[in-house]
């Protein structure tokens, strides 16, 4: 039995630093997005940075393919976006979360219970105090997992975990505090396996992999121990030129055997 999933962070934000005036309503997610997404036939499809926008063309998209949705919105409308086939029951919603922006719930797909969770970490100005919060976040997610356990679970999102780098400068980098290879160990100490593994001592853009701009690869899946990956996971290509309301990461596409 296999199931394939889709994440991505659609980058909806809302520009107030450059227009004051600018509503989350202003916005335009368009078909195009979800045309470009539906390529991939995934089972689901995890949209993280979501906003309540002008996005009726994006979400017909989805209906007219045959796929539910179930979202979690937070401050400002934003948050996750979910797409399921129709064929795939979702049981129930089980919990989220407003920092990090996280949604749990749980689906039935050939007679198996599989755990879905997808979370993004918030983000702020790239201090010190702010990489301390990021691993604040993703130490409340961890606990989460402690609670709920692991072995069917599939964890996916934007984890922001910034440049991976061999060595962390404690006075030059101040993701020391909260890195790659900080989440592989928690994930890894908890029977969890991560689909794309980075090598530090080359950046992603030399070895072709990247999910932002480029030379990040912040876009994460990893899953529980009962289940394996099919193929390694893969990043998109993407527009390294996309404007606000439309994605500016790869889509990583996976496919998991259970």
Not at 20 to 29: A, I, Q, R, T
Not at 162 to 189: G, P, T
Request: with cysteine; charged share 25%.
């Amino acid at each position: 039995m296999r199931i394939s999933i889709l994440e991505s962070s659609l980058n909806l934000r809302i520009d107030r630093k450059n227009n004051k005036f600018m509503h989350h309503s202003d916005y335009v997610l368009t078909g195009d997005v979800a045309k470009k997404q539906l390529e991939y036939s995934a089972d689901i499809y995890c949209n993280v940075e979501y906003m309540e926008c002008q996005d009726e063309e994006y979400l017909f998209e989805f209906s007219k393919n045959g796929y539910k949705r179930i979202t979690a919105l937070f401050e400002d409308n934003r948050g996750i976006l979910c797409y399921v086939k129709k064929d795939i029951q979702i049981t129930n919603e089980v919990h989220r979360m407003n920092s990090p922006h996280l949604l749990h719930f749980q689906i039935i797909k050939d007679d198996r219970l599989l755990n879905i969770l997808v979370f993004r970490v918030l983000v702020s100005n790239g201090s010190k105090d702010d990489f301390k919060n990021r691993k604040s976040q993703f130490d409340s997610v961890m606990q989460y997992i402690d609670f709920i356990g692991t072995s069917d679970l599939i964890v996916t999102g934007d984890w922001n975990h910034a440049y991976v780098r061999n060595i962390y400068d404690h006075v030059k980098h101040n993701q020391y505090i909260f890195n790659y290879q900080y989440i592989c160990s928690e994930l890894e100490r908890r029977g969890l396996k991560m689909g794309i593994k980075i090598n530090p001592n080359i950046p992603p853009q030399k070895s072709g992999l990247h999910s932002y701009k480029g030379f990040l690869a912040i876009d994460h899946i990893a899953i529980g121990k009962d289940l394996e990956f099919i193929s390694t996971p893969k990043y998109s290509s993407y527009d390294p030129y996309a404007p606000i309301g439309t994605p500016d990461h790869a889509f990583l596409f996976s496919e998991i055997s259970f």
